[in-house]
């Protein structure tokens, strides 16, 4: 158990053209080009098993999973039970407690969050495309359908095609290849009416892949026949897998967002915190946390000057600080923003969303303000602000062993809209 009683998960990702974890990363074509045969050996030789053990190893810090109570590893999506198996095999042998997820579940977890609906998933790599469907659903991940073709343009716009419908509210993109990526972000865009296309920032999902409900506090070593001492391996299926980051349902233009219970965000000693700096998104500025990391999902054609989501990150905690913005129509007020949120909150149902305010009291700002509720343990709590054509909401999700109370209050008091 880490310092502090909270648990320390590292997440591996081991995509066909690559793994990657927290200490860098390693190809691995040659590796998964032989578990990716058509004919497999079964059971899978023992040179496989070695090889693809000692690759995830070789992306874990000081190649030891001692630091860690549990690891996460994420596998091909569309890898049936004999090629699972090896990734099982071959996690079992670093020595810490398991679990084995499928990377479209991963890339959800981390990209985002916990919210409900349902979603496509892109695996593109140099000879084949998967799609995958996704729905969150009460916390956790699923897929429910999943396609594969040709890694070329006409079999990606047959997969979409049968894949997303009008009820997939967002398309995630993912491949190594940035060109790839670029050109794949085109096509969804051209073929689709999907109202967001979301490139995959590898980096955010061994951050963020991981679901901590599912982490014991204690994790037991379980001998197994073959290989006494080693610890046990838990497949996660989709249905149980979600982690909570990022917290927003896009409807009609406005964020379902989330806020804290109670009253504002309490006042701690800040004379520990991290100096801020002042960082500009499109018209909005505010304070964020000297040397946290920052990610932006693409502009629209639709709206340019509006950054949809962008998220900061502590880099020594899972703390975040999310900002997304959403254009409103001319006239529109904190009241009538309120009223909205509060109608599509009561349509959604489900629990999720408590303790809604349309005023609450953070700094000398009057905002809206509610929680949302991820499913992980630990809440998403939004800050609603307006400004000439613009919503403002601001996500504070703290970590598992710091708070987040200072930075988000000082993001909020701070932030500015300026004129469109």
Known sequence: MSAGGAARVLVIDVARDEIRGPAGRRESESVIGRIDRPYLDAPPSTSVVADLTDRLRSVLPNRSARSADAIVVSYPSSWGALR????????????????????????????????????????????????????????????????????DP??????LGASVSDDIE???????????????????????????????????????????????????PVPTADHAGRRRIRRIVPALAAAAIVAAVLVAGLAIVDHRRGEAPARPDASAAPAAEQVAIGRVRLA????????????????????????????????????????????????????????RIDQRGGGDVQDFREHRRVGARDVIGYRELSGSGRPVDWYVLTGDRLQVSVGCQAGSTADIAHECEQAVESLVIGPA
């Open 288 to 343: 964020i946390p000297a040397g946290w990391t920052q990610t932006r999902e693409p502009r629209t054609g639709d709206s340019p000057a509006v950054w949809p989501r962008t998220t900061f990150a502590d880099p020594a905690d899972d703390r975040r600080l999310t900002v997304m913005q959403f254009a409103i129509r001319v006239g529109a007020t904190q009241q009538t923003v309120a009223a909205s949120l509060r109608a």
């Open 170 to 220: 967002a398309v995630l993109v993912d491949a190594t290849d940035p060109e790839v990526v670029r050109a794949a972000v085109e096509l969804v865009e051209q073929e689709t009416v999907v109202g967001r296309v979301i490139p995959v920032d590898r980096g955010l999902l061994i951050r963020f892949g991981a679901d901590r409900r599912t982490v014991t506090s204690e994790p037991q």
């Open 154 to 159: 006409s079999a990606l716009r047959s997969l």
């Open 84 to 151: 699972r198996s090896i990734i099982d095999e071959s996690a079992g042998r670093l020595g810490s407690d398991v679990q084995v997820v499928p990377r479209a579940i991963a890339i959800a977890r981390s990209h985002l969050g916990a919210v409900a609906g349902r979603y496509a998933v892109v695996e593109a790599f140099d000879d084949r495309v998967d799609v995958h469907t996704v729905r969150g659903h009460d916390g956790s991940w699923e897929i429910v359908n999943s396609l594969a073709g040709q890694s």
